[in-house]
């Protein structure tokens, strides 16, 4: 671990350290974003060759591509779900999870509710300071 002269010098390091991260990952972001534009752009070229010529997948040397079915499903209406799921007791289309916001709110004034665990950890956060002379 790297010994610093002062806090100062540790609180400095770490906003340039954080500084050439967020440079580096919006640079492998846009470069991701370039790259996955090109792969789509191959992915409609081949999707369309398909269609044309009535096939669903093509052999190559190069490597095998076939066209799949994605199928998204989306929540249009909470409150006609929800009535559904009770009605037909089909609570399987629900997901294993809470919505962290809400539990926090009932922990706070009721206490944990039944059936969860909780935990918490400390963490540091450094901020730069402003152009105002404040802090960031």
Do not use: C
């Amino acid at each position: 671990m790297k010994e610093f002269k002062n806090i100062n010098d540790a609180v400095k390091h770490y906003v340039q350290q954080r500084d050439r991260l967020r440079m580096w990952k919006k640079k492998m972001d846009e470069e991701e974003q370039v790259r996955k534009q090109a792969l789509t752009e191959i992915e409609v070229w081949l999707l369309m060759k398909a269609e044309n010529m009535g096939v669903n997948s093509f052999k190559t040397p190069a490597g095998i591509a076939y066209k799949q079915k994605i199928e998204h499903y989306r929540i249009g209406d909470w409150g006609k779900f929800v009535d559904y799921v009770k009605r037909t007791d089909n609570f399987q289309l629900f997901e294993k999870r809470v919505a962290k916001l809400a539990v926090k709110e009932i922990h706070s004034v009721e206490g944990l509710p039944e059936g969860l665990d909780y935990s918490s950890e400390f963490v540091m956060h450094v901020l730069r300071p402003t152009k105002k002379g404040g802090i960031e």
